[in-house]
Structure formats: structure tokens, C-alpha cells
């Protein structure tokens, strides 16, 4: 069983930078691959990035690249999500999500397993 807790969210102006955080309470979680999502008011949840348990190879989703990056420490079991430059438009709930470390496609939401609360991020113009 892995327990995920997202911290790091708030309100912020447009421009300004956030960094989430994802504590992973798992003996095993240098196995696992780990995602961000968000879900926004009425929208479905969608991808936003992911990384793979090595930390070598991360994927972005189009509307986040050159702004967020995908980290992870994994002596901390802890995956980062810094977002630069944010815009309204990223207003949303963040999760952070762990998949097993086969998982093709991490894109999807089918292939994790285990999901945070969540944490909310406002971003005003």
C-alpha cells in the first residue's frame, strides 16, 4: 500500500512560481513511476507530467512544457512538480499518482494505482 500527501499549493498571481510537493509513505517507492494530475471545476482530471523511478526520463504534457518540472529525491520519497510562469488556466486540484514502474503509458489515469488528496492550486489574473 503506498499513501501519497501533496503539499505546496495556494493562491497566486499570474507569473508567479509554486513548487508542489508528493511524500510517498512506501518502503518500495523507488519502484514506482510517479505522476502529476490535474482536475479543474467541471473538467475531466488530465495529465500534466510523470517520471520514471530512475528519474532519467520525465514526459509533460504540451500546455506545461518550458514552465513545469518533474522531479523526484527518492532518499526523501518525495516527488517535486515546479511550475514557473502559471496562468489562470492552471487553476485546478494537483494530484500526485504512483504506477507500477512497467506502466507504458503514463499519460493515462488507468495505470496508477495510488492517488493523493490533492492539493489546490489558484492562479489569478
Known amino acids: 500500500q503506498v499513501q501519497l500527501v501533496e503539499s505546496g499549493g495556494g493562491l497566486v498571481q499570474a507569473g508567479a512560481s509554486l513548487r508542489l510537493s508528493c511524500a510517498a509513505s512506501a518502503r518500495f517507492f523507488t519502484t514506482y513511476a510517479m505522476g502529476w494530475f490535474r482536475q479543474a471545476p467541471g473538467k475531466e482530471r488530465e495529465f500534466v507530467a510523470a517520471?520514471?523511478?530512475?528519474?532519467?526520463?520525465?514526459y509533460n504534457a504540451d500546455s506545461v512544457k518550458g514552465r513545469f518540472t518533474i522531479s523526484r529525491d527518492n532518499a526523501k520519497n518525495t516527488v517535486y512538480l515546479q511550475m514557473n510562469s502559471l496562468k489562470p488556466e492552471d487553476t485546478a486540484v494537483y494530484y500526485c499518482a504512483a504506477a507500477p514502474s512497467g506502466s507504458v503509458y503514463l499519460t493515462r489515469t488507468d495505470n496508477y494505482d495510488y492517488w493523493g488528496q490533492g492539493t489546490q492550486v489558484t492562479v489569478s489574473s
Open positions: 517520471i520514471r523511478w530512475g528519474g532519467s526520463s520525465t
